[in-house]
């Protein structure tokens, strides 16, 4: 079997980079500049390395982006008080709460308090509507980075079994929807699968694209996979191991059992996680050419 072509999200965010440079400078030209507030609740080591990464981008773009960063004992009130703020706030195209938030904190009220005009990771409910009826204002930037992934790499998933592991707001419903969406390059026939699936390999094996979102490191191996697919790794995980810095990241893949089957397949890290951030600027750039 022919050695799997390995999608990159590091080559296809710079692609996008690319392809925003005019629309930014075009909303420079009328004294318009893209901005992010994002709001960080805590200490959470992962949330903090993804919140520098999308912090060190948006510099590098020179667009506006400023972190509003709150102790994890931070009162509901007061995170919901911030809010409002930053949704009254014309400086700020976008608003982002890092996700997760402590358990006193009611995530759904948080995200359901951002206007839906700012709400770059297109979580709140009248977004997820807009979704769900195929008239998007945004798409949640992981799975809104996975479609354009395979747009790049030309992988179109008409008249293809697309199967979806894993069915949360963030990752796994929203790309259910946008695989099996008459447009072009989807229009799959998607079928969710998750904790309470019996038999999970039994519709894995005859997916010919499986996108995997999980959480479980090395979930998928090479058993529950048919030659030729298409895997997509959502997950990135932190192991244990005995390097200088202690572990490794890893996907949702056991990697070097299912790359020698699949056809295409990202890599973990380099492969969905650019994309995300990717997609959140150029929901951001949405949200200022949207406001003008």
């Not at 981008?57 to 008080?81: A, C």
């Not at 005859?206 to 997509?232: E, Q, W, Y």
Request: overall charge negative; glycine content about 8%.
């Amino acid at each position: 079997m022919s050695e799997s072509l390995i999608l990159s999200g590091k080559e296809v965010s710079a692609s996008v980079y690319d392809d925003l440079s005019d629309r930014i400078d075009a909303l420079l030209d009328n004294d318009i500049i893209p901005g992010l507030a994002v709001v960080l609740v805590g200490e959470d080591s992962a949330s903090q390395v993804y919140v520098r990464s999308k912090t060190r981008t948006f510099n590098k773009l020179k667009l506006h982006t400023k972190t509003y960063e709150l102790p994890s004992n931070v009162t509901e009130e007061k995170l919901l008080s911030l809010i409002s703020e930053l949704n009254d706030d014309p400086i700020f195209h976008g608003i982002l709460v890092q996700l997760p938030l402590p358990k006193h904190i009611s995530s759904d009220k948080v995200i359901n308090s951002i206007l839906p005009q700012k709400d770059v990771d297109g979580f709140h409910p009248e977004n997820a509507g807009l979704l769900s009826i195929g008239r998007p204002r945004f798409i949640p930037c992981t799975p809104k980075g996975i479609m354009r992934i395979l747009q790049h790499y030309q992988i179109d998933l008409r008249r293809k079994n697309v199967v979806v592991l894993g069915r949360s707001n963030i990752v796994g419903r929203p790309i259910s929807i946008l695989t099996s969406l008459k447009t072009e390059g989807a229009n799959g026939t998607t079928t969710i699968c998750h904790s309470g699936t019996p038999d999970i390999e039994s519709y894995t094996k005859r997916a010919d694209v499986i996108i995997v979102a999980l959480g479980v490191p090395g979930f998928l191996t090479s058993d529950m996979v048919k030659d030729n697919a298409v895997v997509i790794d959502v997950g990135i995980n932190r192991v244990d191991d005995d390097s200088d810095k202690g572990y490794k990241l890893v996907g949702d893949v056991e990697w070097e059992g299912v790359c020698r089957k699949a056809s295409a397949i990202t890599p973990v890290p380099g492969g969905v996680g650019p994309m995300t951030i990717a997609m959140l600027v150029e929901n951001t750039i949405e949200a200022a050419e949207n406001l003008q």
